[in-house]
Nanobody, 126 residues
């Protein structure tokens, strides 16, 4: 059983919004960098957004800048991905990933993270 659980995926029309949640079930996220990745059918998994352990540092893929935001609530042990103005190309399985780090910058590289969830499906279609 994964230690990270994603939720919030759904079918939404272009231009719509969704909020994904990533919850840790067996450990505290408060000392972890957390990132969201996504994988479309037939494509490589790509980094979407990440956030440092204190929430001060964030990073976004160019394709989602200005539309997605990432935030965290360490008291609830949850990280959120707010997705606005969704496009069909945002369709894919969204994965949450974490690594224990205390640094001012996070990275959108798969190898940076050692704990992964099973993903939640996001479909953007009319």
């Amino acid at each position: 059983q994964s230690q990270l659980v994603e939720s919030g995926g759904d079918l939404v029309q272009p231009g719509g919004s969704l909020r994904l949640s990533c919850a840790a079930s067996t450990f505290s996220l408060e000392s972890s960098h957390v990132a969201w990745f996504r994988q479309a059918p037939g494509k490589e998994r790509e980094g979407v957004a990440c956030i440092t352990e204190n929430g001060v540092g964030t990073s976004f893929a160019d394709s989602v800048k200005g539309r997605f935001t990432i935030s965290r609530d360490n008291a609830k042990n949850v990280v959120y991905l707010q997705m606005n103005n969704l496009k069909p190309e945002d369709t894919g399985i969204y994965y949450c990933a974490a690594v224990i780090r205390v640094e001012s910058v996070c990275f959108l590289m798969r190898k940076w993270y050692n704990t992964w969830g099973y993903g939640t499906q996001v479909t953007v279609s009319s």
